[in-house]
């Protein structure tokens, strides 16, 4: 499997390279001992050959199966997600499961709009500096994130969780762009080593997300072009990807 360095954070799931198995997923889930936010522990199953998405929410919530299908990158990054981001993955399928079908074109409030970006889309961003987050919302992007790169460190902190974002960063282009939960949550307190940074930033995902995302909408979300992120722009372009306005949009 290709490494993108947004996909660090899933390096340590012991799980091989490419596309593991059923039983390697829920190996790993026993020895995490996955679980809903609950307790009640997780497993991964055989996904049905078609499933209604609130079926397939409703299953995870009631019955604590997750389906995959075999062979299927796509839901292979979903059960990796999972695996490092339980709290966060748990408190989105609470908010679809408690939602469920609206009388909308697509059959989603805007709660399960939002949880949806999110799921397949979303980056957990934490920062606590206002001038920061007001050049991101104003969308100077250049001012924003063309900082250096370990001044950005100190500012932001962020994480993939979208498992749809994470199965195209296996080939990623300049134009990828994310949808960010953004935390108010200090870069500076979050412990050293990834597994317990990883561990800070669910658990403070899923506290903003806790009862069941209530008021989230799809336009709390912060857009986020990868690229803005120096080392995950795939052309490695330093300061010149900001002159790409097909990528980094004025407000």
Same mark, same amino acid.
């Given at each position: 499997m290709r490494v993108h360095?947004?996909?660090?954070?899933?390096?340590?799931?012991?799980?091989?390279?490419?596309?593991?198995?059923?039983?390697?997923?829920?190996?790993a889930a026993a020895a995490a001992r996955l679980a809903h936010l609950d307790g009640r522990r997780l497993s991964f199953v055989a996904a049905l050959p078609s499933c209604p998405a609130i079926a397939y929410e409703r299953r995870i919530a009631e019955r604590g199966e997750i389906p995959l299908r075999?062979?299927?990158?796509?839901?292979?990054?979903?059960?990796?997600?999972?695996?490092?981001?339980?709290?966060?993955?748990?408190?989105?399928? /609470?908010?679809?499961?408690?939602?469920?079908?609206?009388? *909308? @074109?697509? #059959?989603?409030?805007?709660?399960? =709009?939002? +949880? &949806? $970006?999110?799921?397949?889309?979303?980056?957990?961003?934490?920062?606590?500096?206002?001038?920061?987050?007001a050049r991101w919302r104003a969308r100077a992007w250049r001012a924003a994130f063309g900082i250096p790169a370990e001044a950005l460190r100190q500012t932001l902190a962020v994480a993939v969780v979208g498992h749809?974002?994470? /199965?195209?960063?296996?080939?990623?282009?300049?134009?990828? *762009? @994310?949808? #960010?939960?953004?935390?108010?949550? =200090?870069? +500076? &307190? $979050?412990?050293?080593?990834?597994?317990?940074?990883?561990?800070?930033l669910d658990a403070a995902a899923a506290a903003r997300l806790a009862d069941r995302g209530r008021g989230l909408a799809p336009a709390d979300l912060l857009p986020l072009p990868l690229a803005a992120v120096a080392e995950w722009d795939p052309a490695q372009r330093g300061d010149r990807r900001f002159d790409d306005r097909s990528v980094f949009r004025p407000r």
């Open positions: 360095p947004a996909q660090a954070a899933y390096a340590d799931l012991g799980l091989p390279d490419g596309i593991p198995s059923l039983a390697e997923f829920n190996a075999a062979g299927d990158a796509h839901d292979a990054w979903n059960a990796r997600a999972w695996l490092a981001f339980p709290r966060t993955k748990s408190a989105l399928n /609470a908010i679809h499961a408690a939602a469920g079908v609206a009388a *909308t @074109a697509n #059959a989603r409030g805007r709660e399960r =709009d939002a +949880a &949806t $970006l999110l799921d397949e889309s979303g980056v957990i961003a934490a920062c606590v500096d206002p001038t920061f987050v749809g974002l994470l /199965a195209r960063l296996e080939r990623p282009f300049p134009g990828l *762009t @994310a949808k #960010a939960l953004l935390l108010a949550l =200090d870069p +500076a &307190t $979050l412990p050293e080593g990834a597994a317990a940074r990883r561990q800070a």
